[in-house]
């Protein structure tokens, strides 16, 4: 009986100065030999409306010492398209994935699932459960109070008075957690002034065709929920386009800058796309780095610009960061 109590402690005693080997082993592999890679997955990644975004991924990148990768992808994906993306970099050597979600019911399950093999972080919105919470961290801006902001800047400029004033409601897609959540916060701020949305439209809004803004119904304003709405809204008020209507909207793009200072949209919201990639990346690091650290999202402000404090000092920060 005892023979077999020190054959046993001494099989134990082995295993873990194996175990410890392993470890010290895998730490001196990856200390020596590579760098943690993150890959990062958006729609329509290289539009100029992520500049400040991938601005803050790369400074973060470069502070910690993280192989970043950021996707190639189209206007739009789908939920197996997304799939296919995650699968392909975890193959490649992913160690962590930024995703902003696209819209649909498998997604949550699917980012969950991925979550089991390395972190993920939302960017963005969430990938939104029945109760309308993300299971996942997400990094990225109170979506419901950009819009409500959005309705509450339209408001200040007369008044408060609202009462009897339409508005048409552009999105590029209306499926979508962000747009679903702004237009929530800017319909609820409408309806308590008094004033009603006539329309609420989505897609990519091109000059000509189905999707040519020029054939929307007349409102007294047009509120653009994302920056490539608010770019569309901005160009159809230039060409006159739009039947007198003023443009209010939410956009992060040099495009979106210069359609304010050009007096064509009237005010607009900037969410800080570049601490959203700072922080998300950063999170991911910390996640990395030490095992168990459990990974936070966190909400990125929203900045309100108008043309007359379009290049004020205090706002020179951000425009930088929407041209890189």
Request: proline residues 2%; contains cysteine.
């Given at each position: 009986m005892k023979d077999n109590r020190k054959v046993f402690i001494l099989v134990e005693s082995v295993l873990a100065v194996m175990?410890?080997?392993?470890?010290?082993?895998?730490?001196?592999?990856?200390?020596?030999?590579s760098r943690y890679k993150v890959a990062v997955i958006?729609?329509?990644s290289d539009s100029s409306q992520w500049a400040s975004f991938r601005y803050g991924l790369k400074m973060a990148a470069q502070d910690r010492d993280i192989e970043l990768s950021i996707v190639s992808t189209g206007d739009i994906?789908?939920?197996?398209?997304?799939?296919?993306l995650l699968e392909t970099e975890i193959s490649g050597g992913a160690d962590a994935v930024i995703v902003q979600p696209v819209p649909g019911k498998e997604t949550e399950e699917l980012l969950k699932k991925m979550e089991k093999k390395i972190p993920v972080m939302l960017a963005l919105c969430g990938a939104v459960t029945e109760d309308g919470n993300s299971a996942l961290p997400v990094t990225g801006?109170?979506?419901?109070?950009?819009?409500?902001?959005?309705?509450?800047?339209?408001?200040?400029?007369?008044?408060?008075?609202m009462e009897g004033k339409v508005f048409g409601i552009l999105s590029e897609d209306e499926d979508s957690a962000s747009s679903a959540e702004r237009a929530q916060g800017?319909?609820?701020t409408l309806e308590r002034r008094g004033a009603a949305v006539r329309w609420s439209e989505s897609g990519s809004f091109t000059e000509e065709g189905e999707d040519s803004l020029k054939s929307l119904?007349?409102?007294d304003f047009v509120a653009?929920?994302?920056?490539?709405?608010?770019?569309?809204a901005g160009k159809a008020s230039a060409a006159n386009d739009l039947h007198g209507a003023l443009v209010y909207g939410i956009g992060n793009s040099t495009e979106a800058a210069y359609y304010l200072d050009t007096d064509m949209v009237q005010c607009l919201i900037v969410p800080d796309g570049f601490h959203m990639g700072y922080q998300s990346l950063t999170e991911l690091a910390e996640k990395l780095e030490h095992s168990f650290y459990q990974t936070q999202g966190q909400t990125v402000s929203c900045i309100v610009l108008r043309r007359e404090n379009l290049f004020s000092e205090k706002n020179q920060e951000l425009l930088f960061t929407l041209s890189q």
């Amino acid at each position: 009986m005892k023979d077999n109590r020190k054959v046993f402690i001494l099989v134990e005693s082995v295993l873990a100065v194996m175990l410890i080997g392993l470890v010290v082993r895998m730490y001196w592999e990856r200390n020596g030999e590579s760098r943690y890679k993150v890959a990062v997955i958006i729609q329509n990644s290289d539009s100029s409306q992520w500049a400040s975004f991938r601005y803050g991924l790369k400074m973060a990148a470069q502070d910690r010492d993280i192989e970043l990768s950021i996707v190639s992808t189209g206007d739009i994906l789908t939920v197996e398209e997304e799939r296919e993306l995650l699968e392909t970099e975890i193959s490649g050597g992913a160690d962590a994935v930024i995703v902003q979600p696209v819209p649909g019911k498998e997604t949550e399950e699917l980012l969950k699932k991925m979550e089991k093999k390395i972190p993920v972080m939302l960017a963005l919105c969430g990938a939104v459960t029945e109760d309308g919470n993300s299971a996942l961290p997400v990094t990225g801006p109170d979506n419901y109070k950009a819009g409500e902001s959005l309705a509450e800047e339209v408001c200040r400029d007369y008044g408060g008075n609202m009462e009897g004033k339409v508005f048409g409601i552009l999105s590029e897609d209306e499926d979508s957690a962000s747009s679903a959540e702004r237009a929530q916060g800017l319909r609820e701020t409408l309806e308590r002034r008094g004033a009603a949305v006539r329309w609420s439209e989505s897609g990519s809004f091109t000059e000509e065709g189905e999707d040519s803004l020029k054939s929307l119904p007349k409102v007294d304003f047009v509120a653009a929920l994302d920056d490539r709405s608010l770019v569309a809204a901005g160009k159809a008020s230039a060409a006159n386009d739009l039947h007198g209507a003023l443009v209010y909207g939410i956009g992060n793009s040099t495009e979106a800058a210069y359609y304010l200072d050009t007096d064509m949209v009237q005010c607009l919201i900037v969410p800080d796309g570049f601490h959203m990639g700072y922080q998300s990346l950063t999170e991911l690091a910390e996640k990395l780095e030490h095992s168990f650290y459990q990974t936070q999202g966190q909400t990125v402000s929203c900045i309100v610009l108008r043309r007359e404090n379009l290049f004020s000092e205090k706002n020179q920060e951000l425009l930088f960061t929407l041209s890189q």
